[in-house]
């Protein structure tokens, strides 16, 4: 099994900064890819940003590209969300995934955490 662990999450006013991270454990060696979701009030969950840990290859949501940065420390099991410029409508609970494999946002074999808030107030 993986266990996925997600912290940094807070409150920011309108145009700060915030880092998530993500820390995985278990059978890591199943992992070949993590990644970030969000799901605001209301709405359904959407992908963010993901990354392959072999090779670093990341993908990012049109709505974040040029705003968040996703990274990782493979020896740590562990991948970073740096959110630049945040806007209110980043406001949303944030998840972290790891998966066997990534196409885009679909993820296989994925294992979720439970998830960290983020509150942009404008």
């Known amino acids: 099994q993986v266990q996925v662990v997600e912290s940094g999450g807070g409150s920011v006013q309108a145009g700060g900064s915030l880092r998530l991270s993500c820390a995985a454990s278990g059978y890591i060696d199943t992992v070949n890819c993590m990644g970030w979701f969000r799901q605001a009030s209301g709405k359904e969950r959407e992908g963010v940003a993901t990354?392959?840990?072999?090779?670093?290859?990341?993908y990012y949501a049109d709505s974040v590209s040029g705003r968040f940065t996703i990274s990782q420390d493979y020896a740590k099991n562990t991948v970073y969300l740096q959110m630049n410029t945040l806007k209110p409508e980043d406001t949303a609970m944030y998840y972290c995934?790891?998966?066997?494999?990534?196409?885009?946002?679909?993820?296989?074999?994925?294992?979720w955490g439970q998830g960290t808030q983020v509150t942009v107030s404008s």
């Open positions: 990354i392959y840990r072999l090779g670093g290859r990341s």
């Open positions: 995934a790891a998966a066997s494999r990534c196409w885009g946002f679909t993820l296989a074999d994925a294992t």
